[in-house]
């Protein structure tokens, strides 16, 4: 079984440039995280889509941050425009109602200079 | 404020030496998981502790939830290079969010 698949696995950009991720979760995971990871912390949730309905982005900065999940599959996040403290690892992860647990993608690290 | 503190943030040992690291919150939570993560890689779950005063086991790694629901630690016996690893604990709360703790950061030196 193919695991979640993020690209790209690293990017490096100037400061108000927008980037995007991608992420393709495990086939059948109705659930899917976007979580921020910051050096020498634990995640932290962006925003959970049962589907593709956005059901918890009460942590997603709005003014700059934006994502979707068209056809309940595939999911984007973005940022426009990036600012340095947006440096950190983005992790995507899915879930089913049969696992208990995340199965995390490797993430994407991304560098604002 | 941090829901979930887990302790030590740092540990370095010795090959074949024994550790635990705990994760403790004023918060109820319904499950907890244990996840470890190696540099450039995302957070891989070990295990789900689900009742209050579990033990669950898995190989040399002991996972244990407190009887309130609370609290959690993770034993390792007889450390090896393998284990290093950035562990992390998160408690699933009734919404199914997840809130993870900021983490160990384990060394097992050969």
């Known amino acids: 079984e193919a695991g979640v698949v993020q690209s790209p696995r690293y990017k490096i950009i100037e400061k108000k440039q927008p980037v995007a991720f991608w992420c393709n979760p495990i086939?059948?995971?109705?659930?899917l995280y976007w979580y921020r990871q910051n050096l020498g912390q634990g995640p932290e949730l962006l925003i959970r889509y049962e589907n593709e309905e956005a059901v918890d982005d009460s942590q997603l900065p709005k003014d700059r941050f934006s994502a979707e999940r068209l056809k309940g599959v595939d999911s984007t996040l973005k940022i426009q425009p990036a600012e340095l403290g947006d440096s950190a690892v983005y992790l995507c992860?899915?879930?089913?109602?049969?696992?208990?647990?995340?199965?995390f993608g490797s993430g994407t690290r991304l560098t604002v200079v | 404020t941090q829901l979930l503190e887990q302790s030590p943030q740092f540990l370095s040992i010795q090959e074949g030496e024994n550790l635990t690291v705990y994760c403790n919150s004023s918060?109820?939570?319904?499950?907890l998981q244990w996840y470890r993560q190696e540099p450039g890689e995302g957070p891989v779950l070990l295990v789900t502790v689900v009742t209050g005063g579990e033990v669950k086991k898995l190989k040399r790694l002991t996972f244990q939830f407190g009887d309130a629901r609370k609290d959690s630690s993770l034993h390792i016996t007889a450390a090896q290079p393998g284990d290093t690893g950035l562990y992390l604990c998160a408690g699933v709360r009734v919404s199914e969010k997840l809130v993870f703790g900021k983490g160990t950061k384990l060394t097992v030196n050969p």
């Open positions: 086939s059948g995971h109705n659930t």
């Open positions: 918060s109820v939570f319904s499950s």
């Open positions: 992860a899915s879930s089913s109602v049969r696992t208990r647990g995340y199965t």
